[in-house]
């Protein structure tokens, strides 16, 4: 692990030595990694340019940015409101303390993460607390392209609304995006 401030986040990465298991051939895994090559729509960004991004769109203030991998992929806003629509979470039922607002948007980064395989777009866990209700809540926060410009937006993994980070009323206190 390695964690540095950028400015005034702390950016937590995964130092780590590729590490895969002996697993016999599988056709299906086969088909998926050629998939992941063939995307033509998407783009690579490294790490450092989700923190450009970030900084940009929830502002450089001290939060916790846990960040996965070194490289991200980048889908155009419309592919990614197609994917996001795919999300089923929404479904379920909510449970307050064993199936809140956390593990809604844990489920949501796993089901877009297993959707995109093996792309590795980014789309994470956005924890933030709210100074005008008072409370700390969990979504999903996600990069994509619209029209020339990287925009990053906010998914509500409960009910599968689509917005813009609120900057005057959000403290950021974690985002994970794997």
Known sequence: MKAEKIGKITVIRLKRKE?????????????????????PESETISWKKVVEI?????????????????????????QMIQ??????????????????CD???????????LLTYPLGICYGELWYYSKSKNYAH???LFVCRQKEKLILLCHEPQNGEIFAYDKKDWQCMMIKIC
């Open 19 to 39: 590490h895969r298991p002996e697993r016999r051939f599988c056709a299906k895994r086969f088909f998926y990694k050629i998939k992941g090559f063939f995307h």
């Open 54 to 78: 970030i900084k940009e769109f929830i502002g450089d203030y001290q939060f916790y940015l846990l960040l996965a991998d070194e490289y991200y992929r980048i889908l155009p806003f419309e």
């Open 83 to 100: 994917l996001i629509k795919k999300d089923d979470t929404k479904q379920l039922e909510y449970h307050p303390n064993t199936f809140d």
């Open 103 to 113: 593990n809604f948007s844990l489920c949501s980064s796993s089901k877009l993460s």
């Open 138 to 140: 969990a979504i999903n």
